[in-house]
C-alpha cells in the first residue's frame, strides 16, 4: 500500500507506518456510537450547590490555589473565516441593484446581513474599519448612504482592509470600552489576571495556534503585554503551542484507500481539537483550565465568570485533596470495613463514579485494590449550563465496551439517532457543555499522570470533505473533552448561563452580553 516515498513522508511527521494502517483500518471499520445509559441530571450526574456554599468553595480555592502551578489553556486556533460566511455569501449576489437591495431587506432576522449592516456602528472592530477606508480616501458615512455595502465588507473581510477572515477569532476586536476596544486574547489576559495568579502575582495562559498566526499572536503579546501587567498588577508568562504534526490523520478515497495529491503524496488532515490532549499533556500545570478563545464578556459581566471560576476550582481541589488522602491509605493496605464505606460513599455520592455490578461480592483487599484503580486518575470538574437550544455536546451516563458506567460529554454526531431508546435519552438531556473545565493533571504523589493512558480510541469521528473536485474521507480523533478525557474522574457541576458567550458568529458580537452600554 505504501511506497518508500510515502514512508519517509509519514517518518517526516512524526508518525509510523502501524498509526496509518490503523487510521485506515478506523476507516474500514466506522466507529462505533455511543451507547447512552440515561442523562446526566441534577442530583444524577450534575451536583447544583446551594448559594450558602458557594463562598466556601471560593475560600478553598483563594487559600490553596496560590500554592499550586495554575495554568489556563486556551484553544485558539480556529479561524475566523466561518464567522462571517453569511457576509461572504452577501458579496456574491449584491450589485447595489434595487432587487439586490430588495432582496437584503427581505430579510431582518438576527444573524441576516441586513441586522449586521444596521448596527454595524455597534461593533467594537468600527473604529479600526473606518479608519482603513479613511486611508483609502473613503468615507464610511458615504458608502453607507449610497448603499455600497459591499465595499465596506470587502474592507472589513479581505487584506484590502482588517483581513478579519483571515484571522484567528482571538485577533478579532471582539469588545467595545470607553475609548478602546480589545481582542478576545485580550478578553482572556484580565481573566486569568482574576482567577490563576499565583501567590507571587504571576498568571500562567497557553493558548494553542495555527502556524500560520504564531507570529500575529507574538505580536500582540509583545505590544501588549506591559501594558495589562500594569493595569492588573501581575506578570504573565504566555506560551503558544501548535497541534503536532504527529496528531493528523490520514484522509481516504471513498474506497478507503490512501488520498493522493496531485503529485502522489498522501494527503493529512488536522486531527480535531481532541490533537489538543498531546499540547495539554506536555505541560508542566498542577491546575489547568480549559477555556474557548470565543467564550469572553466584557467587563462589567465578568464577576459571575470569576465567581464561578473559583467556585468550580476550588471544588476541584476539594475532591482532589480527599481522593489523594483516600489513595494514601489504600495504598498504605490499612483500610478497615467503615473505612472503606467511608471511601465508597464518597466514590458514589461526591464524585458520583459508578461501581462495578459485582463490587459488593468482591473480598475487602479487592475492594481496596479496585478503588485504588477507579481514584488513580486525573480529575476534572465541568460546568454545565441549562440546555437552551445550542447546538454540541451534553452530560450522558456512558457505558463502554467494558461494561463500565461513566460520566462523559458526548457530542450529538456519537449517537445513533436511529435508534429510538438512544433518542430518547438524547432528548431528555436538560443541559449543554459550554467547554468550562478545570482539570487536576498530577497524582498523589505529585507526579504528572500520562494523559494518553485515558483516552478512548473508539470514540472518534469521519466525515465526508472534499480536495480538488474529489470527495474524500476524514478522521477526527477522540475530542479533547469528550473521548481524550474518557477515563478521566469526571464531575458535573451546573454554572449560570452567564458564563457561556460564544461568538460563532459575527452577529452574536451585537448580542446584549458583547455590547458597552
Known sequence: MFTQKDSEQIRRRGMTQKQIEQQIENFKRGFPYIRLIAPAVKGKGIHVLRESALNDYVDFYQQFSPQRNVLKFVPASGAASRMFKHLFEFLGWYDRSDAAIARLEADKSFNSVYHFLKNIQRFAFIRDLKAVLERDHLQFSTLMEEKKYDVVIHYLLTGKGLGYADLPKGLLMFHQYDGFSRMAIGEHLVEGAHYARSEKGEVNIHFTVSPEHRPKFREFIERRQAGYESSYKVKYSISFSEQKPSTDTIAVDMNNNPF?????????????????????????????????????????LKEPTYLYKRVIGGLLLMLQEKTHSFLRQLEANRVSAPELNEITEFVVKDLMLELSENFDKLSLAEK????????NRPMRVCGMVKNEGEPGGG??????????????????????????????????ATHFNPVDLVCAVRDYKGNAFDLHHYIDPSTGFISVKSKDGRDLKAQELPGLWNGAMAGWITVFV????????????????????????
Open 260 to 300: 493522493r495529491d496531485e503529485d502522489g503524496n498522501l494527503l493529512f488532515r488536522p486531527g480535531g481539537h481532541g490533537a489538543l490532549i498531546e499540547n495539554l499533556n506536555d505541560l508542566g500545570g498542577d491546575i489547568i483550565f480549559i477555556k474557548n478563545i470565543d467564550n469572553v464578556v466584557p467587563d462589567r
Open 494 to 517: 451546573e454554572v449560570p448561563v452567564i458564563t457561556f458567550n460564544p461568538v460563532k458568529t459575527v452577529n452574536d458580537l451585537i448580542r446584549e452580553q458583547h455590547l458597552f452600554l
Open 368 to 375: 481496596c485494590s479496585y478503588l485504588f484503580k477507579r481514584l
Open 395 to 428: 452530560p450522558f451516563w456512558v457505558k463502554d465496551n467494558a461494561g463500565e458506567v461513566s460520566l462523559q460529554i458526548v457530542e450529538s454526531s456519537q449517537i445513533n439517532m436511529k435508534d429510538p431508546v438512544q433518542e430518547q435519552i438524547a432528548g431528555e
